[in-house]
């Protein structure tokens, strides 16, 4: 029997011991993986929203009002800008692309946006059934919604007025939906999209000078334009806000709670290293017969050494895999519990760059913890515990 | 098969020098080594089981030094070469009663041969326990599988310390009888170790320890 099946046996034959010890890593090893992948389909749900936006330019006010609202649609937006001013960063030399948001009004409390069909390109939003808005009043739907509200082609509907209350409906003019862009993962499923002319209320895209738009998301041609366009704003009532540092700060906002959540999970690790250790030396003591007579039978100290360091990797393994398997279930419960505002596919369990580095050091870890009684196994002596009573 | 030359032995700290008497064994010999309590009996055993370092004195295992090899070379060879009941019978707890007979081959550089373990267990009256655990058994059943364990990998060599010092006449009389018929049957020499005098009208050929092994 080699040793790898002789410490399998041993483990099992002690359930309780083993089991505390199993689970203890289970979850140490489970919480900090499910945070792994939380974060890195967070990062990817975010960054897929940011998406080449190098700025965003709209009204003074907290930046990261100004991003939320606008790129992630999450929060209201910090007012209004004149679209005459807003023309002259868009076609600023240091820009190579702009799209223009404008909005105010719901359906369902999803947010109707006026753009362009540069919006839906941008995240590369393909239509499933239908077309992309052309004239005023038309509107093409985000997947999201359209599953959510029931909307389908050729259907019409009246906008309810703000963002966050669906009671105030507008009965004056009805919106046609003309087409249903496919799942995007992106922020365009949560969306219907419609000309810039028809948040304006009017069926031409003349507008008067005083119209107002939202904001603009604008991707810079030159790096210069980070640095200039603050400048040149500065005695407008407009700013520009960028995504990627906005978005750091925030995420480092929530990093203490991620942090000590962390921390909790590495102490259930550590004492799950000291619950190997323990079960491994209590067991020891039992069978300090068994040991000794494994000797008698032709067994040299180092075999009994790289047996109990086993029965030490056996539980360390059984504890990774429990726990990365627990992190798999955690993360398909989340994603069923947040399904509204949470972008699922399976490619979310694949395993993170991280887990390897966590499989590595637990196993580690798990080894060390293992050696120490291992160790004692080389110091039996035989005679004395078989002879006890000469 | 087995010689033991001069050996002696003290306890570290733990009182005097105990000397024993030479021992020749061989192949297909029986040989009773009686002693009462206190004269070092199961010392001499552990020594010539390599499993204590004598003071002085060697052991010589099939014509080569035994008791200077390293702990691990000894424990090779025992494995190989002997198979030890003990007075009090241990096993592998995870293990059921065939699994520590195969171990007991493993452990012994061979391939566990399953036909002869069960055809050896059946013999001993333990058909019916092959995948018992082994704390089910009774001490009666558990001191049948260790002597079954002792030979199940052949050995040259079967130790036995204090077989029968448990059991009554009857029962004396049947283990004497396996531990007989076991080493008999595998072409080993037996070499019994016990306080038990009643053992003296089985076995003919008898070293007897001196009431005070100590020398000066």
């Known amino acids: 029997m080699k040793p790898a099946r002789l410490a399998r046996r041993n483990v099992l034959d002690r359930p309780l011991e083993t089991g505390l010890s199993v689970l203890l890593l289970a979850f140490g ?22 998406k080449d936006i190098d700025l965003v330019l709209g009204a003074k006010g907290s930046p990261l009002q100004l991003i939320l609202a606008n790129v992630y649609h999450v929060d209201v937006p910090t007012g209004n800008i004149p679209y005459a001013e807003a023309k002259k960063v868009m076609r600023h030399p240091y820009i190579s692309e702009a799209i223009p948001l404008a909005y105010g009004d719901n359906y369902e409390l999803y947010r109707i946006v006026g753009t362009e069909p540069s919006y839906a390109n941008h995240y590369g939003a393909e239509i499933e059934s239908g077309r992309l808005f052309d004239a005023a009043f038309e509107v093409t739907v985000g997947a999201e919604v359209a599953a959510k509200t029931g909307l389908s082609l050729g259907d019409t509907f009246y906008s309810a007025h703000g963002l966050t209350d669906g009671t105030d409906v507008h009965r004056d003019k009805a919106y046609t939906v003309v087409g249903i862009f496919e799942t995007t993962g992106s922020v365009i499923d949560q969306l219907l999209l419609t000309p810039i002319a028809s948040v304006w209320g009017v069926h031409e895209d003349v507008a008067d000078a005083n119209e107002e738009i939202t904001a603009v998301l604008l991707k810079k041609k030159n790096p210069l334009a980070i640095l200039t366009l603050p400048n040149l704003l500065r005695d407008t009532p407009m700013q520009v806000a960028l995504p990627a540092i906005e978005m750091n700060r925030l995420t480092q906002q929530f990093g203490i709670g991620i942090r000590s959540l962390r921390a909790v999970a590495l102490l259930i690790m550590g004492l799950s290293f000291v619950s190997v250790f323990i079960a491994l030396f209590a067991s020891l003591r039992d069978r300090k017969y068994e040991l000794a007579l494994m000797r008698t039978m032709g067994a040299p100290p180092q075999r009994l050494f790289k047996l109990v360091l086993f029965e030490g990797l056996w539980m360390t393994a059984a504890g990774i895999v429990s726990g990365l398997i627990l992190s798999r279930i955690g993360v398909i419960l989340l994603a069923n519990a947040l399904a509204d505002q949470f972008h699922y596919d399976v490619a979310q369990l694949a395993p993170v760059n991280g887990e390897y580095l966590l499989v590595l050091a637990a196993l580690a870890v798990g080894a060390l913890a293992a050696a120490l009684p291992a160790r004692s196994a080389l110091k039996i002596d035989i005679s004395n515990t078989l002879g006890q009573g000469r | 098969m087995l010689r033991t030359q001069g050996l002696r032995y003290n306890y570290a700290g733990e009182g005097p020098q105990m000397a024993f008497p030479d021992i020749q064994l061989d192949r297909g010999q029986e040989l009773l080594l009686l002693g009462a309590s206190g004269t070092g009996k199961t010392t001499l055993l552990h020594l010539m089981a390599g499993m204590r370092t004598p003071t002085s004195g060697h052991v010589e295992l099939n014509h080569q030094a035994f008791s200077e090899l390293s702990v691990a ?32 081959c493993t452990l012994a550089g061979q391939t566990p041969d399953d036909s002869r373990i069960t055809s050896l267990l059946d013999g001993l009256g333990l058909g019916h326990k092959l995948n018992a655990r ?8 558990q001191q049948r599988v260790s002597i079954a364990r002792a030979v199940v990998h052949k050995p040259g060599l079967i130790l036995a310390d204090e077989p029968t010092s448990a059991l009554d006449d009857t029962n004396t009389e049947i283990v004497l009888n396996l531990l007989r018929k076991q080493a008999a049957d595998a072409g080993a ?18 070293v007897e320890l001196a009431s005070n092994p100590t020398t000066a």
Request: proline share 0%; net charge negative.
């Open chain 2, 73 to 104: 070379k000894r424990d090779l060879a025992r494995g190989k070469h002997m198979g030890i009941v003990f007075q009090t019978a241990h096993f592998v707890r995870s293990l059921n009663v065939t699994e520590n007979l195969a171990l007991a």
């Open chain 2, 134 to 141: 082994v704390d089910e058994l009774s001490v009666g059943e």
């Open chain 1, 29 to 50: 090893v489970g919480i900090i993986s499910l945070m792994l992948l939380m974060q890195r389909s967070l990062t990817e749900d975010l960054d897929r929203n940011i």
């Open chain 2, 189 to 206: 020499a037996l070499l019994v170790v016990t306080h038990d005098q009643r053992l003296k009208d089985h076995l003919t050929d008898r």
